[in-house]
């Protein structure tokens, strides 16, 4: 039996995915892959068996009965079955009347961790739905690893996100990445890295603190404030990939090893976006917006700050919710947006303006045309709406906030920080926000006892508050 097993699921876009993703899987004596791709009952499984086969530097066999299953090969689950690994074997059967789509990656990949355990590697691609959320779930169950493509290079990111969503992902990667991931996990890949001298010295401490502390020394970012179980999980899921078992031997890893530091401070620094992200939330706040604006008399310039700005793609929606708005009120008014996150890579993005399609998926095309210009198959955001955006690389809970704003904006940012760190910065939001401001919150994350009483909320649904005016308010 193959050392590793690697179950790939896929729907919508899919197909596009892994014409990106086979021609990086190259033959090793260690790694099968199975793939259940949802197809229609008279789908054609053949015609894609033979497009596959032109990518793939190993074989792509379509499945015909009890396939013995062979390292470095790909075997394709064929349209209207399900398939399941057993005993060495992928065994075909009737779908389940439950299965709303097949073959089904649920099914799949119960049977990989049932089989495999912690050799079991679940990836979930593009496609919609959540068929693939409880199997990542059973993978991890039993110590394997899930990856996810990234939401925004996803044709369709339902799959991907609501694997994420769950808290059944272990990395999120875009599909280059997903196989060097892969193939990071077999022993015998060699890598060659620059090495450095390691300034950690201090053996008693704990070793969670010990990586924090160093990447902060090297990289300047703190996670600190970081919720410990969380990055524990990726940690561990980096060390898996590695092939190291404990987190000293990960810390003398770094020590040889400055790439990797880089490595697991963009694997902490989990982020995603898009333009208009949760539409009807948008809505709701150009509503408001339009409320604040006609209530001011007088408005000189619309303030808006974004915290946890990831590539900028909020940010600059924002921004068109205040060009369009200047349009339709008829007012003119300055907007000054400000994004912040600690992710450098992402603010570079920013600062550049520049998206592919995927970062559209909820976006009317007209909006593209009016504010977007194509280049070179991307998308490049306007000068006016540009100007209007300032991003900087900065930790939130180190940056000075020299002005009130209108409203602020920080989504799936809170989930990840400890409880102290998260009502720091709700207060430090507070301090900085006019009378009947808004604060604009991710979907699953919400405020403690202790800072609920700053704000009121005006809809649960889309998580905004309005900020109440309190005397001498501590911040």
């Known amino acids: 039996m193959s050392q590793y097993i690697v179950g790939i699921g896929a729907s919508a876009g899919g197909l596009e995915a892994l014409f990106a993703l086979l021609p990086r899987f190259n033959p090793n004596g260690h790694v099968l892959y199975v793939i259940a791709q949802h197809m229609a009952h008279d789908g054609h499984s053949d015609l894609m068996e033979k497009l596959l086969n032109r990518y793939a530097k190993i074989p792509v066999i379509l499945v015909a009965g009890n396939e013995e299953l062979r390292p470095d090969h790909v075997y394709l689950i064929p349209a209207g079955v399900d398939g399941t690994v057993q005993s060495g074997q992928i065994v075909l059967s009737e779908p389940l009347a439950h299965n709303l789509s097949t073959p089904s990656v ?17 990836v979930i691609l593009s496609g919609t739905g959540s068929d693939g959320t409880n199997g990542c779930r059973s993978i991890k169950s039993k110590g394997g690893i899930t990856i996810a493509q990234h939401p925004n290079s996803a044709i369709f990111n339902g799959m991907p996100t609501s694997a994420i969503e769950a808290g059944v992902v272990d990395l999120i990667l875009g599909v280059e990445e997903i196989s060097t991931a892969i193939n990071n996990i077999l022993p015998t890949q060699n890598r060659s890295i620059p090495t450095y001298s390691s300034p950690l010295k201090d053996n008693t401490v704990q070793p969670l603190g010990s990586l924090i502390q160093l990447i902060k020394e090297v990289t300047k970012i703190d996670f600190s404030g970081y919720k410990e179980e969380t990055l524990k999980r990726r940690l561990d899921t980096r060390m898996s990939v ?196 808004l604060l604009f919150l991710g979907q699953s994350e919400m405020l403690s006892p202790s800072t609920s009483i700053l704000f009121h909320q005006i809809d649960v649904a889309h998580n905004v508050y309005i900020n109440r005016q309190l005397i001498d308010p501590k911040h």
Request: charged share 25%.
């Open 242 to 437: 590695l092939g190291i078992e404990t987190y000293e031997d990960y810390l003398n890893h770094l020590a040889k090893h400055i790439e990797e530091i880089f490595r697991i401070q963009q694997l902490f620094l989990v982020s995603f976006s898009s333009f208009f992200r949760d539409a009807s939330s948008f809505a709701l706040i150009r509503a408001q917006l339009r409320q604040k604006i006609l209530a001011k008399k007088n408005l000189d310039t619309l303030r808006i700050l974004v915290a946890g700005c990831a590539s900028g793609e909020e940010a600059y929606t924002f921004a068109i919710i205040a060009n369009e708005l200047k349009s339709e009120l008829s007012l003119a008014f300055e907007v000054s947006i400000v994004g912040v996150d600690l992710n450098p890579v992402a603010i570079e993005q920013s600062i550049a303006g520049i998206y592919d399609a995927k970062a559209f998926k909820e976006v009317d095309p007209s909006i593209v045309d009016d504010y977007f210009q194509k280049v070179n198959g991307a998308f490049l955001i306007n000068d006016e709406i540009k100007s209007t955006c300032k991003f900087h690389n900065k930790d939130l809970f180190n940056y000075a906030l020299d002005q009130s704003y209108d409203l602020i904006s920080c989504r799936n940012l809170l989930i990840y920080l400890k409880g102290s760190a998260q009502d720091q910065l709700v207060r430090k939001f507070h301090g900085h926000l006019e009378a009947d401001s």
């Open 106 to 122: 649920n099914l799949l990949f119960e049977s990989i961790a049932t089989a495999y355990q912690k050799k079991g590697i679940g």
